[in-house]
């Protein structure tokens, strides 16, 4: 059974580990807190894959909401534009 120094000295790396990504976290600009970065680390440590993680368990930002949003409407758009042209040709390869 491990001594309570030991227990300790643990607890207080674990805070210095988790102090360490904080600071890093506020320099990226991730908006994430200690109690984020620290469940994060605990599944990264038990085998989460950290990609999968950072996909599945945080938000996508407005930004990148917005990017996905204008592709989406490209892509419309461009279908539309490909219909007509499908259509206005059939019409005069029938006129033919």
Do not use: H
């Amino acid at each position: 059974m491990p001594k309570a120094d030991e227990l300790q000295q643990k607890r207080e790396a674990a805070r210095e580990v988790i102090d360490v990504l904080q600071e890093i976290a506020v320099l990226l600009n991730t908006k994430l807190n200690r109690t984020q970065l620290s469940l994060s680390v605990s599944l990264i440590e038990n085998g989460v894959n950290p990609e999968a993680l950072a996909v599945c368990a945080f938000p996508i930002s407005s930004y990148s909401r917005w990017l996905i949003l204008v592709e989406q409407t490209v892509i419309k758009e461009l279908r539309k534009v490909s219909e007509k042209a499908r259509f206005e040709n059939a019409g005069s390869d029938s006129a033919d």
